[in-house]
């Protein structure tokens, strides 16, 4: 497996991340999971306080059992800020909350769940609208002082977004989590598109890929496998834009003799932005054919290919 650093931070982690938020709920299935990323090199493992409930985290947890002094090897990072509709009474819809107590609250939660004293990583996971960026930093310096956690980013946020925070936040913010694959790049749409095209979904693509890449944030990738509609999943009723990117990932993976997700996941890795994908199969086979991608590298003439097909035209 090969390596890339996070953001300009000295930590040095597996080129693909494992996430969790698909984890079986199950002990053995979960563990052998785990175990298989683990094998492959994967040093870097993503959670959130909300999937599953908290149920992801706790399985999880496993693993200190199973393999004995493993904590100090590998990168444990979780996410907070999503409240469920519900939560804390019934009519509290699903919103946002970057406020201190919940911040502060959440991160001790997954301590207790993952069954460790720190988080190597906690991302913001969807912006809040009424954030208060003073409140956040607050709640960052008493988690960073406690040594609950060491390093800080966000998921899902804009470039603006992350220089609001970054006014008010003491720590370098080292990683933005953002949806980006082959069928959904809008991410790269807008440096392609101002020629011709009206820009679509202009106020994620608009410049921060540029932004996280100039100042050393880290972009990770999350849905990097497209839930397998490239590599053999293909969604009934699926559009032709999908069925002929489908038919690209098949060609190149049988030119390459690789598997199918080593291409889909190869498409990210060959980005200069060097982005980390966030794999989310939990299935043995599937990890290890996603693994894969790290020993290959798509030439511009394929990468190419692949964009244009998945983004359904020509380039002007
Ligand atoms: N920051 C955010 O807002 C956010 C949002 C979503 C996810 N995430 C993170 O990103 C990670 C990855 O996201 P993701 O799981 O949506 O991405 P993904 O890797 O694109 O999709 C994984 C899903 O696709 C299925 N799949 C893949 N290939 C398949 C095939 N050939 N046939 C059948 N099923 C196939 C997997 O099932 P099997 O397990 O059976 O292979 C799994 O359910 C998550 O675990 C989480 O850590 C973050």
Redesign the pocket.
């Known amino acids: 497996m090969k390596t890339m650093h996070i953001g300009k931070t000295p930590l040095v982690v597996s080129r693909l991340a494992f ?4 984890l079986s709920d199950n002990r053995r299935e979960a563990l052998a999971s785990i175990q298989t990323a683990l094998e492959a090199g994967i040093t870097f493992f ?1 959670h959130a306080d909300i999937y599953g409930n908290g149920s992801k985290e706790d399985v999880f947890s496993a693993i200190w059992e199973a393999v004995p002094g493993l904590r100090d090897k590998i990168i444990l990072q979780s ?1 907070c800020g999503i409240r469920r509709r519900g939560d804390p009474d019934p009519t509290a819809p699903t919103r946002y909350d970057f406020s201190y107590d919940h911040i502060v609250r959440s991160v001790e939660g997954s301590l207790r769940r993952l069954k460790t004293d720190y988080l190597d990583i906690l991302l913001l ?2 912006p809040d609208v009424l954030m208060e960026p003073a409140e956040v930093a607050r709640a960052f310096d008493a988690l960073h002082a406690a040594g609950k956690v060491r390093y800080f980013g966000v ?2 946020h804009t470039a603006a977004q992350i220089q609001l925070l970054a006014s008010c936040v003491r720590q370098q913010l080292v990683i933005n ?1 953002l949806l980006l ?1 082959p069928l959904d790049s809008e991410l790269l749409e807008v440096g392609v598109s101002l020629t011709r095209r009206p820009l679509l979904h202009r106020v994620r693509g608009d410049g921060t890929l540029e932004y996280c890449w100039m100042n050393g944030i880290t972009i990770q990738a ?7 509609a490239l ?3 293909l969604p009934a009723g699926a559009d032709s834009r999908i069925v002929e990117a489908a038919q690209v990932v098949a060609e190149l993976a049988a030119a390459k003799g690789v598997s199918r997700e080593a291409i889909v996941v190869g498409w990210l890795l060959r980005h200069p932005a060097g982005i980390q994908p ?6 043995p086979a ?1 990890i290890r054919a996603a693994c894969q991608a790290v020993d290959i590298e798509l030439s511009r003439e394929e990468w190419y290919r692949l964009f244009v097909a998945g983004r359904g035209g020509e380039l002007p």
């Not at 996430?19 to 698909?22: T, V």
């Not at 999350?222 to 397998?228: A, E, K, N, Q, S």
Request: charged share 15%; aromatic share 4%.
């Open positions: 996430g969790c938020m698909r993503d996410k996971h969807r998921s899902n989590q694959n999350w849905g990097p496998l497209v839930g397998g590599s053999g999943n966030v794999i989310g199969t939990t299935n599937r």
